[in-house]
């Protein structure tokens, strides 16, 4: 493979969306929320750190995921590479090797809990003070010279799953009260519940301490991108029409497309449709999905078909209706209390809140499955 192709596509735009707002004194955090495998920590890693520190930042990157157990560990081991410091060549070498752990290392499953490769035992370890001294310390320090410092908290969710992580939250709110203009923040999250926890409680320690901006979905020209890297790399084309038509089939997940790049790469095949077919069925979890369905109540089920069909929001009048047909009642028989004791159920392990009234998935595959699995008519499940 030619070691000069740059299989990154950037998000030039979105970069200077989130400088251009941190330089004009709007806001000093941001959280960029999307579903796994979407590609946000790619544009941290390769679009906005590296832009920011062309522009007078020293960058910090954290990821919860590498010892969610010990938030603080992350924090720390984040504050000790400062990756502003280091040399371009340095910086993107490190970014490729970590990107490469993050597609190996770790994701949240449809339970909400982390899936990580090695072996994770034992209870979470809650900030002890001294820890926390040594945090302020290092902050200090690196506050204390002329330069910005943005300060990027990958998988920040993970700090709203155990109360035993609210001192390093309570930490990260003092740390950006007293320190508005020289610290900038950037959140991300894959856990639309999460974030609410975390940001959005009127008791939580980060209350209303950020604006959410939604990861903008790649179309074609990530696409046409990838395509070029892909001749340049092999010195073989892909049908365009083809690859775009595969690329929706993978429901317009990136590191899903690239994987079946990358894999075409290898074989030496040029037909993607046939690579992608292959692919979704290897990465097929209908089983899994199956079993996790099973172990819902009807009404749990009920709700879930509604949501992923988009027939009405859960307490509307022809959402139960669908329920009560599913559950064979009528539909009076449906209470509102009931709707909301398994929408309490299924909130942050399946569903998340988005406002008043209106709910969605955590697991956008998941969803694809409850949406083909049953149709619109639910005597037919």
């Known amino acids: 493979m030619n070691a000069h192709v740059d299989w990154h596509f950037p998000r030039r735009e979105l970069t200077d969306q989130f400088l251009s707002t941190f330089a004009s004194g709007v806001s000093n955090t941001l959280t960029l929320f999307a579903p796994r495998r979407m590609g946000k920590t790619e544009f941290i890693l390769f679009d906005l750190i590296p832009e920011a520190h062309e522009q007078g930042y020293r960058p910090i990157y954290v990821s919860f995921w590498d010892n969610p157990r010990n ?14 410091e280091m040399t371009w060549l340095e910086r993107r070498r490190w970014a490729n090797s970590h990107l490469g752990a993050l597609k190996l290392g770790g994701e949240v499953g449809i339970d909400g809990t982390v899936k990580a490769s090695a072996e994770v035992s034992g209870r979470n370890i809650p900030p002890q003070e001294d820890d926390l001294s040594q945090l302020r310390s290092r902050f200090e320090t690196l506050l204390s010279g002329k330069m910005k410092t943005l300060l990027c908290l990958d998988e920040v969710q993970h700090l709203a799953t155990d109360r035993a992580f609210e001192p390093l939250v309570f930490f990260l709110r003092t740390l950006l009260d007293e320190n508005r203009d020289k610290l900038y923040v950037v959140y991300t999250g894959s856990s639309r519940d999460g974030l609410y926890r975390l940001f959005n409680r009127r ?18 020209g990530f696409v046409k991108h990838m395509l070029d890297a892909f001749d340049q790399a092999t010195a073989r084309t892909l049908s365009y029409t ?15 497309f690239r994987a079946v790049i990358e894999g075409m790469v290898l074989s030496g095949e040029t037909d993607i449709t046939s690579a992608t077919e292959r692919y979704r069925q290897f990465t097929n979890d209908a089983d899994e999905y199956e079993k996790i369905w099973s172990q819902l109540k009807p009404i749990e089920q009920a709700i879930l078909a509604v949501i992923a069909q988009d027939i009405a929001g859960p307490y509307h009048e022809e959402a139960r209706r669908f329920i009560a047909t599913w559950l064979g009642m009528t539909e009076s028989d449906v209470a509102t209390h009931t709707i909301q004791n398994a929408l309490n159920r299924l909130r942050g392990e399946f569903l998340a809140p988005v406002e008043k009234g209106v709910w969605v998935f955590e697991d956008l595959d998941f969803k694809i499955w409850v949406a083909e699995a049953f149709a619109k008519d639910p005597t037919e499940r």
Do not use: M, Y
């Open 71 to 84: 938030p603080v560990t992350c924090l720390k081991k984040g504050l000790e590479r400062s990756i502003g």
């Open 203 to 220: 008791k939580a320690p980060l209350f209303r301490s950020s604006s959410q901006i939604d990861l903008p979905e790649l179309g074609s």
């Open 242 to 256: 083809s690859a775009l038509n595969a690329f929706h089939t993978l429901n317009r997940v990136p590191r899903d």
